[in-house]
């Protein structure tokens, strides 16, 4: 009997065997755990008790179990919410600004119309390579722009990259036709209303990108807190948490400091505390990341071409 062959569909392209689905599932698994695992590792050593650690060493299943490292941090409280509201103050800010900032800047180079458009791509480009030092941007910050003991010298160095500019103008380029902005233009809207009411709506998956980018950059961010800012009351959590682990490596390592900071260092949960603080920077983030999610699987589908 004659076999009739199958209709071609996508369905029939797409469609992979058994063994390789679960090859692919398994391999899945495995890269999940393989971030899972550390996160879960440095909780259980961030409740696990100090005496075991330093007997046992690190433990998946702590010997011990011991709260003491968070109550360390709960009676700071007071210090890591001021720092935290500042990190939040800091990351929301440092983000809309450097979205709003990116995309102009990636729409602009994207425009073959723009005269100024290899300028500014040459412009873009060349930071990548080369960049002053930090020196020369703590020159800029400190002494020309005076910006230090303001949160601004934390939100401006970091609101505008190279990479992202250059991911915004690739989006913009292979995304938006020319024909829908000469169409817009004909019926008389302007550069600016050309960008927010219409490149802007098609372009959700690179703004959730860029704003991700930014959001991990300004949360994580130490470095600078600790460069400019001199005022407590502006430290960030992550560069007062720094501090904090700072001053502990200092108190555990110093047994020449006195009596007195020596049985602060006896009841010192040094090792659980640096856990606790990573468990502290990083559960916010953690938090934020399944909003930029729901914003990419949305962008997926948005300028899709149908048949």
Same mark, same amino acid.
């Given at each position: 009997?004659?076999?009739?062959? $199958?209709?071609?569909?996508? $369905?029939?392209?797409?469609?992979?065997?058994?063994?390789?689905?679960?090859?692919?599932?398994?391999?899945?698994?495995?890269?999940?755990?393989?971030?899972?695992?550390?996160?879960?590792?440095?909780?259980?050593?961030?409740?696990?008790? $100090?005496?075991?650690?330093?007997?046992?060493?690190?433990?998946?299943?702590?010997?011990?179990?011991?709260?003491?490292?968070?109550?360390?941090?709960?009676?700071?409280?007071?210090?890591?919410?001021?720092?935290?509201?500042?990190?939040?103050?800091?990351?929301?800010? =440092?983000?809309?600004? =450097?979205?709003? /900032?990116?995309?102009?800047? !990636? +729409?602009?180079?994207?425009?073959?119309?723009?005269?100024?458009?290899?300028?500014?791509?040459?412009?873009?480009?060349?930071?990548?390579?080369?960049? !002053?030092?930090?020196?020369? #941007?703590?020159?800029?910050?400190? #002494?020309?722009?005076?910006?230090?003991?303001?949160?601004?010298?934390?939100?401006?160095?970091?609101?505008?990259?190279?990479?992202?500019?250059?991911?915004?103008?690739?989006?913009?380029?292979?995304?938006?036709?020319?024909?829908?902005?000469?169409?817009?233009?004909?019926? =008389?809207?302007?550069?600016?209303?050309?960008?927010?009411?219409?490149?802007?709506?098609?372009?959700?998956?690179?703004?959730?990108?860029?704003?991700?980018?930014?959001?991990?950059? +300004?949360?994580?961010?130490?470095?600078?807190?600790?460069? +400019?800012?001199?005022?407590?009351?502006?430290?960030?959590?992550?560069?007062?948490?720094?501090?904090?682990?700072?001053?502990?490596?200092?108190?555990?390592?110093?047994?020449?400091? !006195?009596?007195?900071?020596?049985?602060?260092?006896?009841?010192?949960?040094? $090792?659980? /505390?640096?856990?606790?603080?990573?468990?502290?920077?990083?559960?916010?983030?953690?938090?934020? +990341?399944?909003?930029?999610?729901?914003?990419?699987?949305? =962008?997926?589908?948005?300028?899709?071409?149908?048949?």
């Amino acid at each position: 009997m004659k076999q009739t062959k $199958e209709p071609f569909s996508i $369905e029939h392209i797409n469609r992979i065997s058994p063994v390789s689905n679960a090859v692919f599932n398994a391999l899945f698994v495995l890269l999940t755990a393989a971030a899972v695992f550390p996160l879960f590792f440095v909780l259980m050593i961030s409740i696990s008790d $100090e005496q075991s650690l330093l007997h046992d060493g690190y433990r998946f299943i702590p010997q011990a179990f011991s709260s003491a490292a968070y109550k360390f941090l709960w009676n700071e409280r007071a210090t890591i919410f001021s720092a935290f509201k500042m990190s939040v103050i800091v990351t929301t800010v =440092g983000t809309a600004i =450097g979205v709003l /900032v990116t995309t102009m800047l !990636g +729409y602009a180079l994207s425009r073959p119309s723009f005269k100024l458009k290899k300028t500014y791509t040459w412009l873009v480009f060349v930071p990548m390579i080369f960049n !002053g030092g930090m020196v020369a #941007n703590y020159v800029v910050v400190v #002494n020309l722009l005076n910006l230090n003991d303001t949160a601004w010298s934390m939100i401006l160095p970091l609101a505008v990259s190279s990479f992202h500019v250059i991911i915004c103008k690739t989006f913009f380029r292979s995304t938006i036709p020319d024909s829908i902005i000469e169409s817009a233009k004909i019926d =008389g809207a302007t550069q600016l209303g050309i960008f927010s009411r219409i490149v802007m709506p098609i372009s959700k998956p690179v703004v959730a990108t860029i704003a991700l980018f930014l959001t991990f950059t +300004y949360w994580n961010d130490w470095f600078l807190p600790s460069l +400019y800012i001199s005022n407590k009351s502006l430290v960030t959590l992550q560069a007062l948490l720094n501090n904090m682990m700072q001053a502990i490596n200092y108190i555990v390592n110093n047994p020449s400091a !006195g009596l007195s900071m020596q049985q602060y260092r006896n009841s010192l949960p040094s $090792e659980s /505390v640096r856990m606790a603080i990573a468990i502290v920077i990083v559960i916010p983030i953690a938090c934020a +990341y399944p909003f930029f999610q729901k914003y990419f699987i949305t =962008g997926l589908t948005i300028g899709a071409v149908k048949g």
